[in-house]
């Protein structure tokens, strides 16, 4: 079994930064991508930011210019750098890990429980 655990989060003002981390452990050969997604209150849950095996990275739209995913590959952790934040950044940040356990053939993707992000003077 995997266990992701999403950090970080927390109250900032409009124009602050913040650093989330996703850290993945149990039983996990490798991870092929990491990504990082939002749900705000009433709103579907949206993919923010990727990074894939090799450290390709892919972002959202909405994500362009003030968001940077990162990956330490040893410590099978992700992060999300948000910078210059904004009242619509609020959310739930949950990240998405897709994993393959030792012996096993097929990846499979797992969820942690997400860390808030509130900004609001």
């Known amino acids: 079994q995997v266990q992701v655990v999403e950090s970080g989060g927390g109250l900032v003002q409009p124009g602050g930064s913040l650093r989330l981390s996703c850290a993945a452990s149990?039983?996990?050969?490798?991870?092929?991508?990491m990504g990082w997604y939002r749900q705000a209150p009433g709103k579907e849950r949206e993919l923010v930011a990727t990074?894939?095996?090799?450290?390709?990275?892919e972002y959202a739209d909405l994500a362009k210019g003030r968001f940077t995913i990162s990956r330490d590959n040893a410590k099978n952790t992700a992060y999300l750098q948000i910078d210059s934040l904004k009242p619509e950044d609020t959310a739930n940040y949950y990240c998405?890990?897709?994993?393959?356990?030792?012996?096993?053939?097929?990846?499979?993707?797992?969820w942690g429980q997400g860390t808030q992000v509130t900004v609001s003077s």
């Open positions: 998405n890990v897709r994993a393959r356990a030792p012996l096993a053939y097929r990846f499979i993707e797992y």
């Open positions: 149990g039983s996990i050969a490798s991870i092929n991508a």
């Open positions: 990074i894939i095996d090799g450290g390709s990275t």
